[in-house]
């Protein structure tokens, strides 16, 4: 059987096109179709005579993730496979560009980006799937849909805050963690402080959440406002802001509780039984893990989510361990929500922080290390179908205790051991003074037991 690759760089309102052999020679030179009916139609037709004229040919076809305008190609060519020979994949664009660089070539253009799709198909074989129906397309439309929402918000809270502090920049100090429900209710009546300066408090006391004391706080604030801005257009600005933001609020609210409603996904439930995964949770780590068959271990979906931890050694620079953070950030920052919601709820995660800040680590460091161990209970979950048990994690501690810090001979300095009189820096000069006491503790102490003579890292006196 013959293999040919179908290449095709996805466009808005066309596509380009190349067919290769496994050879990477064109079979079918570069041809473009608009993405209508009779472009769709054109290429059936084209691969149909194509299968006629080659009846022992296997067609393996991909379209690059662009933003959306490659769907409507990715369904049709689905829709093919009922009568053609020919498997469709969605491909991971930034692959297809580390490829295209790795053959050190320079020039890119449509014609060229289809030829690089199907030459990635014919050099990575092992990291395409094929007929993949995405089942979560729908989840992933309107989740999408919810974080441009959520983005909008952000900008008008942004422009909020920067009308507020003008027009009455006491009220901020009860918007340091964001602005409350009840701070932008009270703009909605009172945009500056002259108009709050002139409410009766116990108009102020009616707003939700403001009790009387505090509302007799606010109005007498107000009269010593310092605020630069008390016009007309301010009050107006921060009226029709402060009503975007409610609105925003609002459709946000209405949309998660219809994704959450209609998601019939078993995973999402099955993640929902961990304390601290919320329904939109969920919903976000499926749509970013998709399927737990591409992990092959828990190592490789920590790196996919960027939790690794990662060694940078450079000169007298720090010489640590830390999480690489690389990839797409959304991934870390819906851990990270779900990592700082089980400290509070999941007594498995908070004894874990809590017993890694009393060994001395930074609580922020902590709180990496609690993703990273959530990530890894999410995919034994995945992996073997069962809901969240924290005696399983437990047993699986007992069998692996924690291995205590051994200090290893370095290899680097096999030829020489570390000279005191060498003209280093004063930072390095204190790196090998702790090298040098840890080692001495660890042979001192290990066991009761004197060991000395064990060939440790070599340390000039």
């Known amino acids: 059987m013959n293999y040919y690759f179908l290449g095709i760089d996805a466009s808005k309102g066309y596509s380009d096109f190349v067919m290769l052999n496994a050879k990477k020679q064109p079979v079918i030179e570069n041809f473009q179709l608009d993405d209508t009916f009779d472009g769709h139609a054109r290429l059936y037709e084209l691969l149909a005579r194509f ?22 190609w990715f369904q049709a060519l689905l829709k093919f496979q009922a009568s053609l020979p020919i498997k469709t994949a969605h491909l991971n ?16 253009t449509d014609k ?51 009308l507020v502090y003008n027009a009455n920049p006491e009220i901020l100090i009860y918007c340091k963690d964001g602005i409350p429900q009840w701070v932008l209710k009270l703009l909605t009546r009172y945009p500056t402080a002259l108009r709050l300066s002139k ?9 939700p959440y403001v009790s009387a004391a505090r509302a007799q706080q606010l109005v007498a604030t107000a009269k010593k406002s310092v605020a630069s801005a008390d016009d007309q257009v301010t009050e107006q600005l921060i009226g029709a802001t402060v009503k975007q933001i409610l609105d925003l ?74 999480m690489s953070k690389k990839g797409r950030s959304e991934p870390r920052r819906i851990l990270f929500m779900v990592a700082m919601s089980a400290i509070k709820s999941n007594p498995l995660i908070r004894s874990i922080f ?45 069998k692996k205790p924690l291995r205590q810090r051994q200090v290893r001979q370095d290899k680097d300095r096999r030829y020489q051991g570390f000279d005191s009189t060498a003209p280093i820096s004063r930072r390095q000069q204190m790196k090998r003074k702790e090298r040098k006491q840890l080692s001495q503790n660890v042979s001192n102490v290990e066991c009761g037991i004197n060991q000395a003579s064990v060939p440790v890292t070599e340390l000039a006196n």
């Open 199 to 207: 409410a009766r408090v116990e108009s102020v006391a009616r707003i």
């Open 93 to 108: 664009p930034l692959g297809v560009s580390h490829n295209h660089k790795a053959d050190l070539k320079r020039n890119v």
């Open 354 to 398: 809590q017993q890694a800040v009393q060994r001395g680590m930074v609580k922020k460091a902590a709180v990496g290390l609690c993703m990273h161990k959530i990530l890894r209970i999410i995919y034994g979950m995945l992996k073997h179908n069962k809901a969240f048990d924290p005696e399983i994690d437990r047993k699986n501690r007992q």
């Open 249 to 322: 609020n609002n459709t946000i609210k209405a949309q998660t509780k219809i994704l959450t409603d209609k998601c019939t996904v078993p995973e999402i439930e099955l993640l929902k039984t961990f304390n601290g995964i919320s329904d939109y949770s969920a919903i976000g780590l499926m749509l970013e893990i998709q399927c737990v068959q591409r992990f092959m271990s828990s190592k490789k979906i920590a790196s996919f989510f960027g939790i690794h931890p990662a060694y940078k050694k450079s000169g007298d620079g720090t010489w640590k361990y830390r």
């Open 51 to 72: 299968n006629q004229d080659h009846p022992e040919a296997a067609i393996y076809a991909a379209v690059e993730s662009t933003g959306g305008y490659e769907n409507n």
């Open 112 to 162: 060229i980006s289809a030829q690089n799709v199907a030459e990635y198909m014919i050099a990575h074989p092992e990291k395409v799937s094929y007929q993949h129906q995405d089942s979560l397309a729908s989840l992933r439309k309107q989740w999408g849909f919810i974080k441009m929402l959520t983005k909008q918000s952000g900008q008008m809270l942004n422009q909020l805050e920067s």
